[in-house]
């Protein structure tokens, strides 16, 4: 259905190619999952197969691209339209209508299909996501998570013959996950719908794969298989595998399913031992608090009654499903919502009612969309600007970045960077302030495992130096890694709060997969395991 004929692409003024030496075939009615580091060139790849690479982004493609016997370079992304659906990494940049509903439709009036056929695909999809109750809300209200799903659903209800999707599990928390990718599989196997897709969450979708499609590093040739050969050779890896390489199991395992009939002789090796799970010391005096704290958003109670407090030191996962009032909260305590009820204060400060000059030495948000703080025209510019509105000394912000980013020049235009390493240039340019209270929104989008053990390290730098830390997180495996307490949130409300273990190991929805397959142990994660083991 795909063919990719020993393609190479080079955007313009890079020294390099993205990718090259790319030759191998994604067979009809199949799913097959590109994996890799952060900035291999996975997204290059998967806009190649739609004709955005080079008709929409520029630069050379050499070799050839077919879909369904159609050349990309002669057919532009149009002429591509009835056969091909993506969805990129930026839902927002997708979206054409403002209601759920609309958007569900446009394609379909795109592709002049009869009225009577858009109806009933359009209510087919809404069940199939769980989108049927926000069908007549304004895209603009939807939580990122909820976002993402309107835009797999858009592309779901034209019926393609391909569908190509770049990160379509990062917003979404575990449940929806599972859900979307249970349709994904519905239509692999019912309706024999080609599904390519790129996902850094590993843990959540190898198992489905019918092959995998490995970018070990930028500009080498892909590595293809199935799924246990190539994570047996794979730099990623999720932590099911990375438990069976420390343990040396033999297949390696793809599921908790598989591992669990493996991890007798690990349990018996483990019992008598306590899991080093990482508490805080003392509670101090709260760095920020919030008593009672109700917002209301276009009618809906984004949130109810909250009450949170976050100690210096301290690090706090926010979890709970799409929509529950994570960012919301983060809102709050950032100064962007005024609230309807109750009370936040950051330092002794009121966040909605300080000016910005004075707030952002007392907190730093990055949100969901990094691009939202990026301005500049170079990475360079961006650290220079960073160091200027902080007041810190020249250097401050490119030290940090060359700590997340090794390899980024100063000269790169953030809209060239990957969605993971524009993430961590954006956490890069709040830490340049350090603000005491630090606040972050899926911090782990598009950020490879490399990334994400980069970024723990940093984190939990700053909270051994007295930065009170909140995230918002779908990443169960984050959490379990770096967070001292989980505050689970629903429909607005608190539901739970707790130190870490207490609350993953008791959520059948919320544990990491090292729990899962060790329970009734309380193990959290690989590097516990070795760290016991040694």
């Not at 630069?59 to 339209?81: F, M, N, Q, S, Y």
């Not at 001292?484 to 709060?497: F, M």
Request: charged content about 20%.
């Amino acid at each position: 259905m795909i063919r990719f004929e020993d393609v190479s692409v080079t955007y313009e003024g890079a020294a390099r190619p993205a990718v090259q030496g790319v030759d191998f075939e994604v067979p009809e009615g199949e799913l097959v999952l590109l994996v890799g580091p952060s900035g291999t060139g996975k997204s290059t790849i998967l806009n190649s197969v739609s004709g955005l690479v080079p008709h929409f982004t520029g630069g050379t493609l050499r070799g050839r691209v077919t879909v369904a016997g159609r050349d990309t370079r002669t057919h532009k992304p149009r002429e591509l339209a009835d056969v091909v659906g993506t969805v990129g990494q930026d839902p927002l940049a997708h979206f054409v209508t403002d209601t759920v509903e609309d958007e569900l439709a446009y394609g379909m009036e795109s592709l002049g299909i009869a009225p009577a056929v858009m109806r009933r695909r359009v209510e087919e999809v809404l069940d199939l996501l769980g989108l049927a109750e926000l069908r007549d809300r304004a895209i603009a209200t939807l939580s990122g998570g909820q976002r993402q799903r309107v835009a797999i659903g858009s592309v779901l209800t034209p019926h393609p013959a391909v569908l190509v999707l770049d990160e379509p599990t990062s917003a979404l928390d575990p449940a929806a996950a599972e859900e979307v990718l249970a349709v994904l599989q519905r239509l692999v196997h019912d309706l024999g719908t080609t599904v390519f897709l790129a996902e850094h969450r590993l843990e959540r979708v190898v198992q489905y794969a019918d092959r995998v499609v490995l970018l070990p590093k930028a500009g080498a040739a892909p590595v293809v298989g199935t799924p246990a050969e190539v994570m047996a050779v794979s730099p990623v890896c999720p932590p099911v595998v990375e438990l069976g390489r420390l343990a040396g199991w033999s297949p390696l395992p793809m599921t908790v399913r598989d591992a669990r009939r493996q991890a007798g002789g690990l349990r018996e090796r483990l019992a008598g031992r306590t899991p080093p799970h990482h508490r805080t010391a003392a509670p101090a005096a709260p760095l920020a608090e919030v008593r009672s704290l109700a917002v209301r958003r276009e009618r809906v109670d984004a949130l109810r009654y909250v009450d949170l407090a976050v100690a210096p030191g301290e690090t706090v996962a926010l979890m709970g499903r799409n929509g529950a009032g994570k960012s919301t909260l983060l809102s709050a305590l950032v100064g962007l919502v005024a609230p309807s009820g109750g009370t936040v204060r950051v330092g002794g400060a009121v966040p909605h009612r300080t000016a910005p000059r004075d707030l952002v030495r007392l907190v730093g948000l990055v949100p969901q969309e990094p691009r939202d703080l990026l301005y500049a025209d170079t990475v360079g510019a961006e650290c220079a600007a960073a160091d200027r509105d902080a007041g810190a000394v020249p250097g401050t912000c490119r030290g940090l970045v060359s700590g997340l980013l090794p390899g980024v020049g100063d000269d790169t235009h953030p809209r060239d960077l990957s969605e993971g390493q524009r993430l961590a240039l954006a956490l890069a340019v709040v830490l340049t302030a350090r603000p005491p209270l630090l606040l972050l929104d899926e911090p782990t989008r598009g950020l490879d495992y490399a990334a994400k053990a980069r970024l723990v390290g940093a984190l939990r730098g700053l909270a051994a130096d007295g930065h009170a830390i909140v995230l918002a997180t779908h990443d169960v495996e984050l959490a379990a890694e770096l967070a001292h307490r989980v505050v689970l949130l629903a429909e607005g409300e608190v539901i739970a709060d707790g130190p870490t273990d207490d609350i993953v190991v008791s959520s059948p929805s919320f544990a990491p997969q090292v729990t899962k397959i060790l329970a009734p142990q309380r193990w959290l994660t690989v590097p516990q395991i070795r760290e016991a083991l040694a």
